[in-house]
């Protein structure tokens, strides 16, 4: 097996001491952020919404962190576990993790072991609907011998352990904090998921839903030099054109996340001179989902897209080609990303080992999905609409308000329009769509449409953790509080098989081929999932503002965030 370079905490040190001297905590004063999809949650284990993972970040922190080269650096973990260090097992099927000493929580009590069993049962709770269930696959059980040792055993050998306890996805809960919030009454905890007790630079002074959160530094943290900024604002709501424009030309924020605008509205706004566009190539993907269950209101509340009823239309697997085929993703791309973008076909794309050859979906072919329709029965009424056996070939298409994606939906509507598919659009606030409240009608878990449309990501350079995220188990359900990671229902039994195979499989070639095939079955051999742009992470900072690292597209962009610093 090979592993990419750790660094110790000496080494962190080392590095540190090298840049310019650090003055006393606190002493920059106030980082202004802006995420323009507002956070509703701190508590990561209840939504996989990015903006919700990533405010959680600011507080929250896993054993081991991916710095932005993609490398595992231990962060509450004095190191991270090898076969050299005797912390994986010879048959790979234990992994142990040692903590650094000294650590404690924000209220001052000692961080120990039994918050990092705790959080993995508080995730693996079958009625707790936690969002980030398929970090913890294959997980037998977890012993803490000593408070600063976990062993966690897996029931197959684990070649890739750094799932469970890694990146911002599985940070440490506390464990007194929740241990009252387990199960089913995890969401109805209001009070802890909004302000939860962390080991990060800060904590949270206030937080209105969907809206602001305020941070203040920790005075408990490990490093007395740290965080450099006495509190964060993290602003949320609006849209990405007035995230960017709060940087780079007013200079009212310092710093503004997933910015997703017209190559050269960003290129005019960076003319300013106020700010600086980051950017970054990691597991973005905005991709379409398509729904196999049926989302028609006409159905009891409860069993709404849910497994007991089959998608009437998108069921046939010839409408679904045909509706991909209809697409010019080349257009999207140049229109939406300009060159922070590429079109696609795959679901994982990156690293090139796990990518797959198909590039068939490039090619937009109109007449050949009219063709397709026709030969699967769907014929055009005098309205311009198919239909089949008295339904009409019509379709929900939603996503988040942003104006690429309101560009993207009005040309894949006029594809489709012209091969007979109707398409109604919706667009729904990216603070209520990513939100994962159970009790509203419009979030993408939930999927009460057709068709929806956001950017999936994932920690880490290795894609098992995204590919189980479309197990058969990971199906959002009213029963598990509308949580869970496989959105459009998509669920066979070979795909489980080959992603528990994945998950026992040491041979990085032998991994590759595995994960390309699981990408092919869920894109070109079933077309649940329809790829349109591979993108780059796009963020703008102001040039007042040191982040230390480069932009980070395969964590939290703020998994460091106590290190920034404003420069003088």
Known sequence: MTYR?????AAVAALTAASPAL??????????????????????????????????????EPLAGIDSKGNLIPMLASEVPSPENGGISEDMKTVTWKLREGVVWSDGTPFTSADVKFTADYCMHPEGGCAQLARFEGIESIETPDDLTVIVHYTQPRPYPFTAFTGSESP?????????????????????????IGTGGFTVASFKTNDVVTYEANGNYRDPELPHFQTVLLKGGGDSASAARSVLETGEFDYAWNIQLAPEVL???????????????????????????????????GERATIKHPHPILG???????LSMAIDRQLLDEIGYGETGKPTCNYINAPEIFASDNTECLTQDIEGAKALLEEAGWTVGPDGVRTKDGMRLSLLY??????????????????????????ELKAIDASVYFGGDAGSPDTYQKFYADVEMYTSTYDGIDPETSLAQRTCGKIPSPEKQWQGENMGRFCSEEYDALVRELGNTADLAERGRIAIRLNDMLTRDSMHILPLIYRSSVSVK?????????????NSEMWNIAEWRRLQ
């Open 172 to 196: 440490i809960i506390q464990k007194a904090q929740l241990e009252g919030c387990i199960g089913a009454q995890a969401s109805a905890c209001t009070e802890q998921n909004f302000a939860p």
């Open 542 to 554: 102001s040039k007042t503002l040191d982040i230390v690292e480069d932009l980070n597209a395969w």
């Open 23 to 60: 003055a006393e905590r606190g002493a920059d004063g106030q980082l202004n952020v802006f995420y323009w999809q507002a956070p509703s949650t701190l508590n990561p284990y209840l939504s996989s919404g990015n903006k919700d993972v990533h405010a959680a970040s600011v507080v929250l």
């Open 316 to 322: 046939d697997f010839k409408v679904r080609k045909a």
């Open 398 to 423: 939603q996503t988040s308000v942003n104006a690429v994606r309101q560009d993207f939906q009005a040309l894949i509507k006029q594809w489709w329009q012209e091969i007979g598919v109707e398409t």
């Open 267 to 301: 290129a005019s706004m960076a003319g300013a001179g106020k700010g600086d566009v980051l950017t970054g190539y990691g597991t973005a993907l905005e991709h379409i989902v398509l729904n196999t269950t049926d989302p028609s209101p006409s159905l009891p509340e």
């Open 5 to 9: 370079l750790f660094l110790s905490g």
